[in-house]
């Protein structure tokens, strides 16, 4: 067994399957079984198991794994620390955030964080996706009610919808007052396509009450949905920070504010993987961004 061969190992599991790890090690599919086969030969044990679509690490490739990432992640920490000898801090960060919150609160702090580490290269997407963290990200900031447990998950507060509309659609049609009334209005909320919009409401002494949604204005652009509910076009429910601004002035007004509403989840979470190398940019970005969410005056009471 050679440190090659371990990589290759290594590689081949994060992947979760020999097309993807080929293409990452720039190799064939049909040379990237060989020395898997080489190096089960050599160890003598079955390391992962194979089916059409996937590999799943038997017990013993995973302890070999374990000990491969670790090798990897040494190696990759060396590196970089050779290279930043007497420079800069710089590297890439890869980030996913949410379409609605990323362009409302976030794009200012990594603009800021920009200024402040020049020579870091972000890479940022917006999107609502919750699957695990992709080779290309290295940060996602998810809302979820519990983060699964391959990632390590750092809270950034909790998620606070709120029922609202504008002063002319409230004077021309009033405020709902029930759930019910609330579901019969013309809603202007997120959504995902194909799947019915189910929203909890929290009060406190009472049982958690759900009622399922049928938006009349639907998107998970979120800056689109505030110019819809400034326009009195219904009722919106949305995160607080998305219309916090027009709250304050008085052009939009919130009803319902006896329940704790949530349509994607309770809670917003930073998220990384344990057992990928974090350099010292992906570090020192994850403490910004916390230091950001502890900052705020709301912190991060948003959804997606």
């Known amino acids: 067994m050679d440190l090659h061969t371990l990589t290759l190992l290594v590689e081949i599991i994060d992947s979760g399957n020999l097309s993807q790890a080929a293409r990452k090690l720039k190799m064939t599919r049909a040379n990237v079984s060989y020395h898997l086969a080489q190096l089960e030969k050599s160890v003598g044990v079955q390391l992962v198991k194979r089916t059409t679509r996937r590999v799943e690490p038997t017990e013993v490739g995973l302890r070999l794994y374990e000990h491969g990432r670790n090798i990897h992640n040494e190696i990759l920490a060396a590196?970089?620390?050779?290279?930043?000898?007497?420079?800069?801090?710089?590297?890439?960060?890869g980030i996913s955030v949410p379409s609605g919150y990323g362009q409302i609160v976030m794009s200012q702090w990594l603009i800021e964080f920009k200024r402040l580490y020049p020579r870091i290269v972000l890479d940022v997407?917006?999107?609502?996706?919750?699957?695990?963290?992709?080779?290309?990200?290295?940060i996602a900031i998810r809302v979820m009610q519990e983060p699964p447990l391959s990632v390590i998950a750092r809270s950034l507060g909790d998620v606070r919808y709120v029922a609202c509309a504008s002063a002319a659609y409230?004077?021309?049609?009033?405020?709902?007052?029930?759930?019910?009334?609330?579901?019969?209005?013309?809603?202007?909320?997120?959504?995902?396509?194909?799947?019915?919009?189910?929203?909890s409401a929290y009060q406190e002494g009472m049982d958690r009450q759900e009622v399922m949604l049928e938006?009349?204005?639907?998107?998970?652009?979120?800056?689109f949905l505030r110019e819809g509910i400034l326009a009195g076009l219904g009722v919106g429910l949305v995160p607080d920070y998305v219309v916090q601004d027009k709250i304050a002035s008085g052009e939009v007004l919130t009803t319902l504010t006896e329940y704790r509403l949530s349509i994607f989840g309770t809670h917003m979470y930073l998220l990384y993987l344990p057992n990928r190398h974090q350099t010292r940019a992906v570090r020192t970005c994850i403490d910004f961004l916390l230091a950001k969410a502890r900052g705020t005056a709301s912190p991060t009471t948003s959804s997606e």
């Open 79 to 93: 590196r970089e620390t050779i290279t930043s000898l007497g420079q800069d801090l710089q590297g890439r960060v």
């Open 125 to 138: 997407l917006f999107e609502n996706r919750v699957d695990n963290l992709r080779d290309e990200v290295d």
């Open 170 to 199: 409230v004077q021309q049609y009033g405020l709902p007052q029930t759930l019910m009334e609330l579901r019969a209005s013309p809603l202007i909320t997120a959504g995902v396509m194909g799947r019915q919009l189910r929203l």
């Open 215 to 223: 938006p009349t204005l639907s998107s998970e652009h979120f800056p």
